[in-house]
């Protein structure tokens, strides 16, 4: 059974930087991209980052509203991708989740609170 | 960017009656390669999204057959032939035809 989860949210200052994890199994890790995407408190769904699986080869992907913030990497060896995020706003607040692909299959997600 | 735009954005549907949801691109989902990148996912109170449909008609492993997709380029449906009590939530269209991947807004459906 394919399954992911999403661990590291909680509350954080402005300014101030978190990662959160994606734990992955029941599939072959490396063979799949990780997307992340997020939601906030009573909105829609929002893609924010991707990352390409070996053997592709090509730079990772970023929504405009975290480029430059945010960075999304994979630690194939042990099935986890992660989601730095720095230089954190408010409007960061969300629930982030981590996908398979670009959505096939979806962690429950973790609650990340920016809030002075 | 690529911008769906979603229609009703709600909806209230009687047990076994048939409901249809509307997704516009403001552009061609039609790839280079010949597929067209449009998902469906539905996101059920206080859940993560499941994907119903990937490339426009095609239902994903474990869907009721009830789900279907359709459409081409810049216009597409999801319809539920015969609704039940288990389909409340909230359904997304989403491209991945290009980044930034992009969602509709959303359309709410509720039982009567």
């Known amino acids: 059974e394919v399954q992911l989860v999403e661990s590291g949210g909680g509350l954080v200052q402005p300014g101030r930087s978190l990662r959160l994890s994606c734990t992955a199994s029941g599939f072959t890790f490396e063979k799949h991209a990780i997307s992340w995407f997020r939601q906030a408190p009573g909105k829609g769904l929002e893609w924010i980052a991707f990352i390409k699986s070996k053997p592709h080869t090509g730079p990772t992907e970023y929504a405009a509203s975290v480029r430059g913030r945010f960075t999304i990497s994979r630690d194939d060896s042990n099935g986890v991708a992660y989601l730095q995020m720095d230089s954190l706003k408010t409007e960061d607040t969300a629930k982030y989740y981590c996908?398979?692909?670009?959505?096939?299959?979806w962690g429950q997600g973790t609650l990340v609170t920016v809030s002075s | 960017d690529i911008v769906l735009t979603q229609t009703p954005l709600s909806l209230s549907v009687t047990p076994e009656q048939p409901a249809s949801i509307s997704c516009k691109s403001s552009?061609?989902?039609?790839?280079?390669?010949?597929?067209?990148?449009l998902y469906w996912f539905l996101q059920k109170p206080g859940q993560a999204p499941q994907v119903l449909i990937y490339?426009?008609?095609k239902r994903f492993s474990g869907v009721p057959e009830r789900f279907s997709g359709s459409g081409s380029e810049t216009d597409f449906t999801l319809e539920i032939s015969r609704v039940e009590a288990d389909d409340v939530g909230v359904y997304y269209c989403?491209?991945?035809?290009?980044?930034?991947?992009?969602f509709g807004g959303g359309t709410k459906v509720e039982i009567k």
């Open positions: 552009q061609s989902l039609l790839s280079n390669d010949g597929k067209t990148y």
């Open positions: 989403m491209h991945t035809l290009q980044f930034p991947v992009t």
């Open positions: 996908a398979r692909d670009v959505g096939t299959f």
């Open positions: 490339e426009v008609y």
